[in-house]
């Protein structure tokens, strides 16, 4: 039986992992973070925790800070574009999902251009964003003055503006694209898959040095279809292809019958598919995994 300390870091862990998962963009580190918060929960002074929350967000939020100091110099010699670890959400591993702004706001879009900014800048936007703390309470989590964080939350925002957002299609349209692409993927039919791409397009791989992915980005819609070709010619059937809800949005899953190879989401621009971003790396694919194995047993 847990003892009562156990069962009320219990009851935080759902809401601390979506705190540690929005400041690293890393299931699997977020959950090494809980572990660690834990760790520290347990030594504690249970008389000197007036409100358990406020000091464990605190505890996590300042290990999220630390490690992001440090991965920031493995990630600028990361093999290829390092995109975040993908999350399956229908499990409300990341909250609830029922509005565009709460999809949104674990969206693979907005995790990759968090990478942006400095970990406080980040700890400030989430706290702010995602959690709804007054610059006040910030302060209090960052250790700096309320006024001070109010400058490092406007200039989080400025950092992470997307002004195309406003021409995005609703997310009934969202959804209906990528079905499409899934279909067209799995019938190989490339003039259907040409009609759902922008010109422009570009489609990120993060391999990460562990298994076959462009190490570029590949952009436009000629290059792009000739990657996917190249792909499935390479591996004819290897995969099958399984439409999923990943952060909030509907994702392209490839999976064989003991894995999942890859994940992709995706980023729309005037009713077309702008931005494709596939996490291809094994080690970023070990969460989403578990979770997909629990959706799909016998898989």
């Known amino acids: 039986m847990m003892s009562g300390t156990a069962e009320e870091f219990t009851a935080h862990r759902p809401r601390m992992f979506r705190l540690a998962y929005r400041l690293l963009g890393s299931a699997e580190e977020a959950e090494d973070a809980v572990q660690d918060a834990y760790l520290r929960w347990s030594g504690a002074d249970r008389a000197a925790i007036e409100h358990p929350w406020a000091w464990l967000a605190k505890v996590v939020t300042n290990l999220c800070v630390n490690r992001l100091t440090s991965a920031r110099a493995q990630r600028e010699r990361y093999a290829g574009p390092w995109l975040p670890e993908p999350v399956f959400t229908h499990d409300g591993s990341l909250g609830p999902m029922e509005s565009a702004e709460q999809c949104d706001a674990v969206s693979t879009a907005l995790l990759v251009l968090l990478e942006r900014l400095t970990p406080t800048e980040r700890a400030v936007y989430v706290l702010r964003e995602a959690f709804g703390y007054s610059h006040r309470d910030i302060a209090g989590v960052v250790e700096l003055s309320e006024a001070n964080c109010r400058q490092l939350y406007r200039r989080a925002v ?57 190490r570029r980005p590949i952009i436009g819609r000629e290059k792009v279809m000739r990657f996917l070709v190249g792909s499935a010619q390479r591996s004819p059937g290897a995969w099958t292809l399984t439409l999923a809800e990943v952060n909030g949005a509907p994702a392209l899953i490839a999976h064989t019958a003991e894995q999942i190879t890859s994940v992709a989401t995706f980023e729309f621009q005037g009713g077309l598919i702008s931005q494709a971003r596939a996490v291809m790396n094994p080690d970023k694919l070990r969460f989403a995994s578990r979770q997909f194995a629990a959706m799909t047993p016998g898989v």
């Open 158 to 214: 400025q950092r992470v503006a997307t002004p195309e957002a406003r021409f995005a299609p609703t997310v009934e349209r969202r959804h209906e694209l990528v079905e499409s692409f899934v279909t067209a993927a799995r019938e190989g039919d490339l003039a259907g898959l040409e009609k759902l791409l922008a010109q422009d397009i570009t489609w990120w791989s993060d391999g990460g040095g562990r298994v076959t992915a462009a």
